[in-house]
């Protein structure tokens, strides 16, 4: 160890304030960091532990009906050759809740199950499992975000309930009221479970089931090609056997079950990403100082060299500094997220996602991630830089060369007629044309940082505004079917009539039919009689007619106790029934309720199909959802479609960067089918850039899909429309949509919270540094402008006001290639993600990014000018050598 | 104690700067020598090629032809990390500014070579000789420049180097002060017998020296041995 160590701690103590900065910086961006990973890896491994733990299902099937056991048998039969399959019924109700007491009017779901003991089994947290029927269990985010606790009473369907325990699902890790949303909903959505009869009274309180069925495959560790296959295989068995499939969902795109995983893993990459930007930044200041004070050594390098140092010793003595400040504050910072982060930052998740009781599960990746990585790198940069400055001579260090300016930009001749200010105003400029560099480079940086953290909210909100807006109408109704709103009285009794007899169990029904076949042969057979002969053969044929009478009356009788009512108005109901062509496919169900025919006038038929592109790059598929709409939609305004035109949202357009007359691939994860669309002209682009949409006619839209020329399987209207339960799947209103925005912003306003305290931070101690360095740099010539006889003021026109243009030149010129970055940041952020989230940076933002970094130059430079007037002249000239 | 055996030899030294229109030479053809334990001094007008000439010895540069033997060792066919390793084991500078380490004492300043030899001098023995161990402790912008120049000196002797090469010693000092710093010189040359070449601008210094050399245009004029030199306390100019 040479005796040179013992100008560190001086050295520190002299510098303490840069020092401290960047360690207390680099300090609290590893301990947010590794608290953070900490947190996130371990909720990771929670999440991988459930899936065993709590027989996490592999997919879930919807049928419109309740399937039949011939059905179910077989979807599991298609299953065989992967090893097999078990379905699990797991129907749901999507309940209205309410306080039984200060119920605020807001409208809850609860989406309700009956309690599931072998396949995606809830945790509990607090309580217990529901017992009786007048007992509910409800999720803990749920709980949380509406104050319900243990023992309070809560209304489903208008029936009243009791919470017996508060727990999580695995299913529902996230809380998405539809898979196909953009985020969850913790606030008016939740899950719960009740006993079977619990159940049963919901349904009966006027519950509408959805007829789930979860599976799990025999082998658990299927391969995902083998298993989506096998789903299919699966869908295509049902849909054979007569059972109409609603929707396949695999685990893996199950928002409810995969959603936390990707979002912990999403936001890990962002830190990670952000920890990356601080440690560049750190070693960048590293440099930048470090190229400082060797230049401010120089002569004293030099003379080093000259006696023998060998140049591995001196550049050790200037790396150990920023070594030791990097490496304590990595490790103290490592030590500091593990004991003290991890807990509030699972809290940025727990209050979001309803995941079982956390523990910490430690990682020696995120240990070298976090101490390990960001130290080397630090010491790794900055020995680069060292190296590449200490590549000189002793001799050239001796003279002062150490910048390696070529002299060229010193020596320019300039015109005499600019004047003795403009020439040294910009000698002053073209003397410090590499710190400027310099500067343009560091306020860049921390710009970004700023304006990434104080654009992220508006960006967000900018978002939801446009998820409000998008929709093009106060209510957007998606069907399970084609439902006409349109029909006569008549027809709505046959459909009413014909629904009613499909609520009860089919084998009733095909029990009646099939003693009413039975009685119609055993009539017939009584009718051929030939002759008095068979006189007997008659009376027997008679006594069959009897029977059989007898017997489809007892069946009526069956069919009717099951619907409640009395055999005659059970035939009256079959006989209305049986008035509709079932067998003719052109035939819609017509809407048992009569909406009016101001209602009905007003609403707009559409069709929608999502189908599925790949992102390429392994960031997996992004779901689009394709429209078949009227080619003069008075809701769809100004979008222009028909004849085979084929437009694309604006959101495509910008994620995905499709250029005119581009073909984009589109596939059918059902259905294993491809399509080909074009993108042909600029013409064929509508809505924001959150639109993720393709549009068309509903006539080309059907002839794409092979659909019935008459299908469709939505309304878009203004008016709130009465749709019959076992057609209805869903209302999306623009206030659905704020909400979802709201949720958003809620979530990650803690986290952008952080983000913009510490890129502040970063941004005020990087601005110091960098202009400390720009103005230290002039700090001898200022001296001796003094000693010459110049006034303060005037030094401060000559010297100060170039430093003050570069750094406000800085400022301003740098925020389009930092908008332009952030642009990149994000799409390369968010590409994995579903949807568009355009960067916006309102024009408040960038002003209060430059005032800040203005103002900070400005007290530096205060601060820094009265340190330098301090400055005897004497001194000033003697620290020349 | 100075003796007759040549510790330095240069032979058809050359050195030039630049190229075309803008070649400059600096040394055209050096040849001479020094023998171990002497007091060289080198005079001569400003661009005479004096400081080029003690860089090369130093190995701070390289000729473009000629060769330079210390101690029997050519310079001219060193690698980099070869002429490191020479100055660490042969070499002391001084020079005109003294380059101290601001934030390191007096006493730590000399502590900074001293590191460099396996047998450094006694440092407080040192700095008595240098008048410096009342000021040991204290930090270079604390004592004058003639108590800088003299930690410079020490921080130069304190690894016994075989050579030591002085630019323009006194340059920055008074008269009183030069001449103490050039009385330690002839100490330290009599204490230690290191060898000493010293450039200088003032021709007064000259007469303490056992070699002369005058140097105009990148050549030597004047290479003459002194047999006499007076003792640096009696120089006047």
Redesign the interface.
Known sequence: M???V??LP??LR?NIGKYLGIFLLMCGSIALTSGFLLAAHSIGCLIDDMRDEYTIEDGRVTTSFEATKDQLKAAEDAADDVGGVTLYKNFSIDAIIKKTAGDDGTKRTLRTYAHRTKVDIASYCEGRQPKTDDEVAIDRVFATNNDLDVGDRVELEGRTYTICGIMTQPDSQALFLNNSDFTVNTITYGVAEVTDAGFAALEDAGGAPAYTYSFTFTDRDLPTADRIDAEQDMVEALTDADARVDDLIDADSNQGIGYARDDVDGDSMMWMTLLDIIIVIMAFVFVVLTDATIEE?S??I??????????REIVLHYLALPAIVGVLAALLGTALGVVFFTEPMRGLYYGSYSLPPFQVYWSWEIFVKCAVVPAAALILITLVGLLRKMGK???QF?RHEASGKSGTKRGLQLPERMGFVSRFRLRVFLRNLGNFATLFVGIAFASLLLLFGLAILPTMTHYADNLETSLVAQHQYTLKAPLELEGTAEEREQWSALERLQSVDGALLSAVQDASDELDDAADAATASPSAESLSAMQRALASVQDKKDALYARLDGLADALGCDHDEAINLIDKASKIDTDNDDIHPVNTTDNGAAKIAQAEKYAVYQLQYDRGNGNGEEAISVYGISPDSRYWKDLNVGDGRVVFGGGLLDKFGWSEGQKVTLSDKYEGEHYSLEYASKDCAWGSKSDMNIYMSIDDFNELFDNDAAYFNGYVSDEKLDLDARYFAGDTTPDDMRAVGDQFIGMMSKMIGMMVGLAVFIFLLFMYLLTKAVIDHSARSISYMKVFGYRDSEISHLYIRSITLCVAASLVLSLPLIIGSLTAIFRSMLLAYSGNIEIYVPAWSMAVCVGIGFATYLIVALLHMRSIKRVSLAEALKVQ? | MATKQAYVQVKGLKKHYGDGDARLTVLDGIDTSINRGEICVMLGPSGSGKSTFL?LI?G??DADAGSILVDGCDLTVLKPTDL??Y???E???V???????P??TIK?NI??????SKKPLNIDDLLRSLGLYEHRNKFPRQVSGGQQQRCAIG??LV?NPGLLLCDEPTG?LDYKTSKEILQLMEDVNRAYGCTIIIVTHNAAIARMANRVLRLRDGRIVEDELNDAPVAAAELDW
């Open positions: 040479t005796p040179l013992k100008r001086r050295e002299r050594e002569a004293i030099g003379t080093l060299l000259a006696s023998g140092y060998r140049r001579t002793p001799l001796l050598e | 860089n130093g701070l540069e490191g390793e100055r660490r084991r070499l002391g500078f020079f005109q500014f003294y380059n101290l380490v934030d390191l730590e502590e900074v070579t001293a590191h460099l921080r130069a690894k920055a």
